[in-house]
């Protein structure tokens, strides 16, 4: 029998606990944990760690709790300062250390903003009215998450423009061990992020070493898409809104599984790798025993040795990058131009296809071929 998952609570939920045990405070309650009510109706009881009086009000201590989501704030204590003002009769939010404010357009908050989604501040004014009475009470709340300064590096907010530290996040403000598409969602704000900016090609990398590669090449980091291994998924997104030109920058295999039409590209989902560089390999030429060899070897990277010892690898990634636009363009229904550059590891273009070459002429990247 499957062990039955934990869930916890996002950075936001932990706000918005403090928020209540700041009210309790200042009104003479000390408590240990409080409940607060989920936005999808879950309630949530929320251990408070420490909650001491400030010149202005009162601030409070949470650690996040992710249950068994792999969540990088797990553990992280989570400071809400707040002060009840009469010169107002709503609720300011300001980002404290750790947590990030909106630099760049394309976020669903507006720039100079903290970063605190919408999710989470509906949970605090959802808190004070219930402690208050009133929906039209004066407040302002600091949120601090002093980890969240180095945890900001391991995230996309760089990315997305968001500086000085995390999100506060949370839909509902129950963490649920994430899902796929909770995974795949989270990418999407990129998209909005690039278009903002007026980037006229949305560069897909599915990871760091293709953003290391595609920056060497003179390609904006604005432009950059990390897209993991959903492809299809991000392609999808950003037809919908609305770009015109694409171009997917990834190691061999990634893009020999998209010359194939995979678009999903984790291996558990589907691996054809060998096969398809054994086929696109013969079909240029290379000889049985060496195709062979191709099929039997570890990596994409030990069949290219094979196929670049017969002389062959610069037709052969050629035409899989000619036949991942092909793909990639039919994917989209003609909707997008989108064009395939190939590397490996070390960062060399092992093969650009027309649309790739034009994208580069027009926008002056250096790739270093014949363009």
Known sequence: ????????????????????????????????KVTIMALDGTPLHIPIQEVIRTPSGARAEVVKFSGDDPDITNGVSVFTTLALVDETDDIEFRA?????????????????????NMGPRTLIRNVVEEMTGSADVGARVTISIPAGVELAKKTLNPVLGIEGGISVIGTTGVLRPMSEEAFKDSLVPQIDVALAAGEPVLVFVPGKIGERIALSLGISQSALIETSNFIGFMLDRAAERGAEKILILGHTGKLVKMAAGVFHTHNRVADARLETLAAYAAA????QEAVRAVLASNTTEDAMEVI????????????????????????????????????????????????????????????????
């Open 96 to 116: 404290g250390e750790g947590v990030g404010t909106v630099t760049k357009r394309g976020m669903s908050l507006p720039v100079g903003e903290p970063s605190i």
């Open 284 to 287: 240029e030429g290379l000889a």
């Open 1 to 32: 029998m499957a062990k039955e998952m934990r869930s916890g609570y996002t950075t936001g939920a932990c706000a918005a606990a403090g928020t209540k045990a700041a009210l309790l405070f200042l009104d003479g309650e000390y408590c240990e």
């Open 308 to 371: 670049a010892a017969a002389g062959l690898a610069e037709r052969v990634c050629a035409v899989i990058a000619e036949r991942v636009h092909v793909r990639a363009e039919r994917y989209l229904f003609g909707k997008v131009q989108v064009g395939a550059l190939m590397v490996n590891f070390a960062g060399d273009i092992l093969g650009a296809d027309t649309r790739a070459l034009s994208f580069a002429r027009d926008y002056g990247w250096r790739l270093n071929r014949e363009s």
